[in-house]
Antibody, heavy 121, light 111 residues
Framework: QVQLQQWGAGLLKPSETLSLTCAVY????????WNWIRQPPGKGLEWIGE???????TYNPALRSRLTISIATFKNQFFLKLNSLTAADTAVYYC???????????????WGQGAQVTVSS | QSVLTQPPSVSGAPWEIVTISCTGS?????????VHWYQQVPGAAPKLVLF???LRPSGVPDRFSGSKSGTSATLAITGLQPEDEATYYC???????????FGGGTKLTVL
Protein backbone atom coordinates (compact mmCIF):
# COMPACT_ATOMS: atom_id res chain seq x y z
CA GLN A 1 0.00 0.00 0.00
CA VAL A 2 1.51 3.30 -1.06
CA GLN A 3 2.67 5.57 1.74
CA LEU A 4 3.76 9.19 1.71
CA GLN A 5 6.26 10.39 4.28
CA GLN A 6 7.21 14.03 4.55
CA TRP A 7 9.76 16.10 6.40
CA GLY A 8 11.27 19.58 6.58
CA ALA A 9 12.11 22.51 8.84
CA GLY A 10 9.32 23.42 11.26
CA LEU A 11 10.19 26.86 12.67
CA LEU A 12 11.13 29.64 10.30
CA LYS A 13 11.46 33.40 10.43
CA PRO A 14 9.61 35.91 8.26
CA SER A 15 11.20 36.34 4.82
CA GLU A 16 12.86 32.90 5.01
CA THR A 17 12.22 30.01 2.61
CA LEU A 18 10.25 26.87 3.49
CA SER A 19 11.60 23.58 2.13
CA LEU A 20 9.67 20.32 2.45
CA THR A 21 10.27 16.85 1.03
CA CYS A 22 7.71 14.10 0.42
CA ALA A 23 8.87 10.55 -0.25
CA VAL A 24 6.69 7.90 -1.87
CA TYR A 25 7.06 4.33 -0.61
CA UNK A 26 5.59 1.00 -1.71
CA UNK A 27 4.06 2.37 -4.88
CA UNK A 28 4.72 3.70 -8.34
CA UNK A 29 5.80 7.28 -8.80
CA UNK A 30 4.95 7.28 -12.49
CA UNK A 31 1.51 8.08 -13.82
CA UNK A 32 0.38 10.17 -10.89
CA UNK A 33 0.20 13.80 -9.87
CA TRP A 34 1.86 14.83 -6.65
CA ASN A 35 0.32 17.61 -4.60
CA TRP A 36 0.94 19.94 -1.69
CA ILE A 37 -1.97 21.12 0.49
CA ARG A 38 -1.88 23.18 3.67
CA GLN A 39 -4.13 23.82 6.65
CA PRO A 40 -3.69 26.93 8.82
CA PRO A 41 -4.37 26.40 12.53
CA GLY A 42 -8.05 25.88 13.17
CA LYS A 43 -8.94 26.49 9.54
CA GLY A 44 -9.76 24.62 6.37
CA LEU A 45 -7.63 23.20 3.57
CA GLU A 46 -5.86 25.15 0.81
CA TRP A 47 -4.43 23.51 -2.31
CA ILE A 48 -0.89 24.76 -2.98
CA GLY A 49 0.18 23.07 -6.20
CA GLU A 50 0.99 19.86 -8.03
CA UNK A 51 3.65 18.26 -10.20
CA UNK A 52 3.44 15.26 -12.51
CA UNK A 53 6.02 12.56 -13.03
CA UNK A 54 7.42 14.43 -16.03
CA UNK A 55 8.17 17.48 -13.91
CA UNK A 56 5.38 19.73 -15.14
CA UNK A 57 4.03 21.82 -12.24
CA THR A 58 0.76 23.70 -11.72
CA TYR A 59 0.49 26.24 -8.95
CA ASN A 60 -2.26 27.98 -6.98
CA PRO A 61 -2.31 31.44 -8.57
CA ALA A 62 -2.38 33.03 -5.12
CA LEU A 63 1.00 31.48 -4.29
CA ARG A 64 2.64 31.18 -7.71
CA SER A 65 5.07 34.05 -7.33
CA ARG A 66 6.65 32.49 -4.22
CA LEU A 67 6.36 28.81 -5.02
CA THR A 68 8.48 26.09 -6.61
CA ILE A 69 7.53 22.42 -6.74
CA SER A 70 10.03 19.94 -8.14
CA ILE A 71 10.63 16.19 -8.31
CA ALA A 72 13.46 13.67 -8.11
CA THR A 73 11.92 10.70 -9.90
CA PHE A 74 14.94 8.47 -9.32
CA LYS A 75 14.38 8.86 -5.56
CA ASN A 76 10.55 8.79 -5.66
CA GLN A 77 10.51 12.20 -3.99
CA PHE A 78 8.99 15.58 -4.63
CA PHE A 79 9.65 18.92 -3.04
CA LEU A 80 8.08 22.21 -2.01
CA LYS A 81 9.86 25.53 -1.73
CA LEU A 82 7.92 28.61 -0.61
CA ASN A 83 9.87 31.83 -0.21
CA SER A 84 9.26 35.22 1.42
CA LEU A 85 7.41 33.61 4.30
CA THR A 86 5.03 35.55 6.55
CA ALA A 87 3.01 34.55 9.59
CA ALA A 88 0.10 33.81 7.22
CA ASP A 89 2.08 30.81 5.92
CA THR A 90 1.91 29.14 9.34
CA ALA A 91 0.08 25.86 8.75
CA VAL A 92 0.28 22.10 8.65
CA TYR A 93 1.57 21.18 5.22
CA TYR A 94 0.48 17.90 3.61
CA CYS A 95 1.65 16.06 0.53
CA UNK A 96 -0.87 13.92 -1.35
CA UNK A 97 -1.21 11.82 -4.48
CA UNK A 98 -3.80 12.33 -7.21
CA UNK A 99 -4.62 10.02 -10.11
CA UNK A 100 -5.30 12.94 -12.40
CA UNK A 101 -4.35 16.55 -12.92
CA UNK A 102 -5.87 19.27 -10.79
CA UNK A 103 -7.60 20.74 -13.83
CA UNK A 104 -9.82 17.67 -14.12
CA UNK A 105 -10.81 17.93 -10.47
CA UNK A 106 -9.00 14.85 -9.22
CA UNK A 107 -9.24 13.66 -5.62
CA UNK A 108 -6.30 13.29 -3.24
CA UNK A 109 -5.42 9.87 -1.82
CA UNK A 110 -3.37 9.02 0.12
CA TRP A 111 -1.96 11.89 2.17
CA GLY A 112 1.30 12.28 4.05
CA GLN A 113 1.26 12.59 7.81
CA GLY A 114 1.60 16.37 7.73
CA ALA A 115 4.36 18.76 8.81
CA GLN A 116 3.78 21.68 11.15
CA VAL A 117 5.38 24.86 9.84
CA THR A 118 5.48 27.94 12.06
CA VAL A 119 6.64 31.32 10.84
CA SER A 120 7.56 33.61 13.70
CA SER A 121 10.23 36.14 14.52
CA GLN B 1 -14.87 32.40 3.04
CA SER B 2 -14.63 29.09 1.20
CA VAL B 3 -15.59 28.63 -2.44
CA LEU B 4 -17.58 25.54 -1.46
CA THR B 5 -20.10 26.15 1.33
CA GLN B 6 -20.71 23.61 4.07
CA PRO B 7 -22.64 23.88 7.34
CA PRO B 8 -20.22 24.42 10.24
CA SER B 9 -21.66 21.56 12.28
CA VAL B 10 -24.12 18.68 12.30
CA SER B 11 -24.94 16.10 14.92
CA GLY B 12 -26.75 12.84 15.31
CA ALA B 13 -27.25 9.96 17.69
CA PRO B 14 -25.78 6.50 17.09
CA TRP B 15 -27.59 4.59 14.35
CA GLU B 16 -29.22 7.73 12.96
CA ILE B 17 -28.72 9.17 9.50
CA VAL B 18 -26.90 12.46 8.99
CA THR B 19 -26.33 14.44 5.83
CA ILE B 20 -23.77 17.13 5.06
CA SER B 21 -24.32 19.53 2.19
CA CYS B 22 -21.74 21.17 -0.07
CA THR B 23 -22.86 24.07 -2.24
CA GLY B 24 -20.77 25.34 -5.11
CA SER B 25 -21.36 27.48 -8.19
CA UNK B 26 -21.37 27.46 -11.97
CA UNK B 27 -17.57 27.56 -11.80
CA UNK B 28 -17.28 24.42 -9.66
CA UNK B 29 -19.92 21.74 -9.26
CA UNK B 30 -22.20 23.38 -11.80
CA UNK B 31 -19.45 23.21 -14.41
CA UNK B 32 -19.50 19.44 -14.18
CA UNK B 33 -16.56 18.90 -11.88
CA UNK B 34 -16.85 15.99 -9.50
CA VAL B 35 -17.00 16.41 -5.74
CA HIS B 36 -14.89 14.42 -3.29
CA TRP B 37 -15.24 14.08 0.48
CA TYR B 38 -12.63 13.75 3.22
CA GLN B 39 -12.82 12.82 6.87
CA GLN B 40 -10.37 14.40 9.30
CA VAL B 41 -10.01 13.56 12.97
CA PRO B 42 -8.01 15.93 15.19
CA GLY B 43 -4.27 15.62 14.76
CA ALA B 44 -4.49 13.44 11.65
CA ALA B 45 -4.33 13.96 7.92
CA PRO B 46 -7.57 14.03 5.93
CA LYS B 47 -8.74 10.68 4.62
CA LEU B 48 -10.68 10.24 1.37
CA VAL B 49 -14.09 8.68 2.07
CA LEU B 50 -15.91 9.37 -1.21
CA PHE B 51 -14.63 10.30 -4.67
CA UNK B 52 -16.30 11.20 -7.96
CA UNK B 53 -19.52 12.23 -6.21
CA UNK B 54 -20.29 8.95 -4.52
CA LEU B 55 -17.71 6.22 -5.07
CA ARG B 56 -16.12 4.65 -1.98
CA PRO B 57 -12.40 3.85 -1.77
CA SER B 58 -11.52 0.38 -0.61
CA GLY B 59 -12.05 0.01 3.12
CA VAL B 60 -14.65 2.76 3.55
CA PRO B 61 -17.90 1.34 5.00
CA ASP B 62 -20.97 1.33 2.78
CA ARG B 63 -22.66 3.49 5.41
CA PHE B 64 -21.05 6.39 3.53
CA SER B 65 -22.78 7.54 0.36
CA GLY B 66 -22.86 10.65 -1.76
CA SER B 67 -24.68 12.40 -4.53
CA LYS B 68 -24.38 15.50 -6.65
CA SER B 69 -26.98 17.55 -8.48
CA GLY B 70 -26.36 20.83 -10.22
CA THR B 71 -24.31 23.07 -7.98
CA SER B 72 -24.82 21.02 -4.81
CA ALA B 73 -23.62 17.76 -3.33
CA THR B 74 -24.50 15.71 -0.28
CA LEU B 75 -22.62 13.26 1.91
CA ALA B 76 -24.85 10.87 3.85
CA ILE B 77 -23.85 8.61 6.70
CA THR B 78 -26.34 5.96 7.72
CA GLY B 79 -26.18 3.95 10.94
CA LEU B 80 -24.01 6.62 12.56
CA GLN B 81 -21.15 5.25 14.68
CA PRO B 82 -19.05 6.97 17.37
CA GLU B 83 -15.95 6.60 15.19
CA ASP B 84 -17.60 8.75 12.52
CA GLU B 85 -17.14 11.81 14.71
CA ALA B 86 -14.79 14.03 12.70
CA THR B 87 -14.66 17.06 10.44
CA TYR B 88 -15.72 16.44 6.85
CA TYR B 89 -14.53 18.46 3.87
CA CYS B 90 -15.83 18.53 0.31
CA UNK B 91 -13.43 19.27 -2.57
CA UNK B 92 -13.74 20.09 -6.27
CA UNK B 93 -12.17 22.32 -8.92
CA UNK B 94 -12.89 25.98 -9.63
CA UNK B 95 -12.34 26.85 -13.28
CA UNK B 96 -12.46 30.59 -12.67
CA UNK B 97 -9.80 30.44 -9.94
CA UNK B 98 -7.86 27.67 -11.74
CA UNK B 99 -7.37 25.84 -8.48
CA UNK B 100 -8.64 22.90 -6.53
CA UNK B 101 -10.97 24.13 -3.79
CA PHE B 102 -12.27 22.81 -0.49
CA GLY B 103 -15.30 23.52 1.61
CA GLY B 104 -14.85 25.09 5.02
CA GLY B 105 -15.49 21.79 6.78
CA THR B 106 -18.39 20.39 8.80
CA LYS B 107 -17.82 19.09 12.31
CA LEU B 108 -19.90 15.98 12.91
CA THR B 109 -20.73 15.23 16.53
CA VAL B 110 -22.09 11.82 17.50
CA LEU B 111 -24.34 12.41 20.51
Amino acid sequence: QVQLQQWGAGLLKPSETLSLTCAVYHGSFSGYHWNWIRQPPGKGLEWIGEINDRGSATYNPALRSRLTISIATFKNQFFLKLNSLTAADTAVYYCARAEGAVVVGASFDPWGQGAQVTVSS
Amino acid sequence: QSVLTQPPSVSGAPWEIVTISCTGSSATLGAGYDVHWYQQVPGAAPKLVLFNNGLRPSGVPDRFSGSKSGTSATLAITGLQPEDEATYYCQSYDRSLSTSVFGGGTKLTVL
